[in-house]
């Protein structure tokens, strides 16, 4: 449940720029859990449907990576549900709760909204430049291809949203946990210690519940780079014989 009560600081923001890309994430209550893994459904039916119908006509391998790479993410959110970046956001008592910890977490917040916009106003950007540097690619390429890869490779880069949120936070609390034992010292070294101990495993066991996602995450990118080198290999079988017939054909 993504509230600001139980966070260190409001990710609702980022999680649901990603939902509406098709990146699902836990929801605070069965409907709403109903829905977004419905509007998921149905993005990823329509990007299946623009490769069906051979919307994507264009250099069909790049732009079939794409959508692999994409699909494999979208799934692997929509079994997982960011569950392990949730978990990681929870507010650990021992650690969260003192004045600097609540400065630096406002700090982080707005740290991770702009680079989120970033991130979108880049990619928006840098497909439009490219329109302007090889117009002919634009002008040939139907418009509706282009938004499509555009969306594609937009949302295959606000995948990357997790790791910056998760090492944001352990970077953050790192600091926390530093600025502790800097300010705190072990005045009372039997209490001091017990009190670092704790901090110090409450960091590790947020990052436990993180690994489990996190080893799902990579066999989900083995499978996809396996998928897409596939598709490259096919395509460069495909190149190979083209050429080969066309040398044959002017030795003839």
């Not at 509230?3 to 699902?24: A, E």
């Not at 509706?144 to 949203?161: N, P, Q, S």
């Not at 352990?170 to 926390?176: A, G, H, N, W």
Request: charged residues 20%; hydrophobic residues 45%; contains cysteine.
């Amino acid at each position: 449940m993504v509230t600001s009560n139980t966070k260190v600081c409001n990710i609702q923001l980022i999680l649901y720029i990603r939902l509406i890309f098709g990146f699902n994430f836990k929801q605070p209550s069965p409907k709403m859990r109903f829905i977004s893994r419905l509007y998921v459904i149905v993005i990823v039916c329509f990007a299946l449907s623009c490769f069906y119908y051979k919307i994507l006509t264009m250099y069909n391998f790049t732009k079939t990576n794409f959508l692999m790479d994409y699909l494999t993410n979208a799934i692997y959110y929509f079994i997982t549900e960011d569950e392990h970046v949730l978990h990681f956001f929870e507010i650990i008592p021992v650690l969260d709760t003192s004045p600097y910890a609540k400065e630096l977490y406002k700090k982080l917040q707005k740290y991770m909204i702009s680079t989120q916009i970033l991130i979108i106003v880049a990619r928006v950007l840098m497909m439009g430049t490219f329109c302007l540097i090889v117009p002919e690619y634009c002008r040939h390429v139907d418009q509706a291809e282009h938004y499509i890869v555009t969306t594609l490779l937009l949302a295959t880069d606000l995948r990357h949203t997790s790791l910056i949120l998760i090492y944001s936070l352990l970077y953050v609390r790192v600091k926390i946990f530093k600025n502790a034992i800097e300010n705190n010292g072990f005045g009372d070294q039997r209490y001091a210690a017990r009190k670092f101990i704790q901090m110090y495993e409450a960091i590790l066991d947020a990052l436990e519940f993180k690994s489990c996602g996190m080893k799902l995450m990579i066999l989900f990118s083995i499978g996809c780079t396996v998928v897409r080198q596939c598709f490259d290999l096919f395509d460069t079988i495909s190149r190979i014989k083209t050429f080969v017939g066309i040398a044959n054909f002017k030795v003839v």
